[in-house]
Nanobody, 122 residues
Framework: QVQLVESGGGLVQPGGSLRLSCAAS????????MGWYRQAPGKQRELVAV???????NYASSVKGRFTISRDNAKKTVYLQMNSLKPEDTAVYSC????????????????WGQGTQVTVSS
């Protein structure tokens, strides 16, 4: 009922930048929270950044000051601007959206994007 389409991953040199996007569509009444997670090979998935409907943000300490999360509520899209990328940022990045479904029976939903690879290497 809710689909997420991610874009923007790729290969970048250390110190470079990338911008990820994640657009939500489907039977959405409202979105509470949008966020980005990442999973590196052999590691558990970890929170990168989240943003509430009101614009409050929270970041992992490892990315604070380098990454910026933002959202366009009208477009139901969340962005992750990643600057000063490091090799340790290499991972599959997935967006997560939580909200309320439209129509009946409605209810809350949590959806995940398909994941996009970010590789930081020289």
């Amino acid at each position: 009922q809710v689909q997420l389409v991610e874009s923007g991953g790729g290969l970048v040199q250390p110190g470079g930048s990338l911008r990820l996007s994640c657009a939500a569509s489907g039977s959405i009444f409202s979105i509470y929270l949008m966020g980005w997670y990442r999973q590196a090979p052999g590691k558990q998935r970890e929170l990168v950044a989240v943003i509430t409907s009101g614009g409050s943000t929270n970041y992992a300490s490892s990315v604070k000051g380098r990454f910026t999360i933002s959202r366009d509520n009208a477009k139901k899209t969340v962005y992750l601007q990643m600057n000063s990328l490091k090799p340790e940022d290499t991972a599959v990045y997935s967006c997560n959206v939580r909200g309320r479904l439209a129509g009946s029976p409605g209810g809350d939903f949590t959806s995940w994007g398909q994941g996009t690879q970010v590789t930081v290497s020289s």
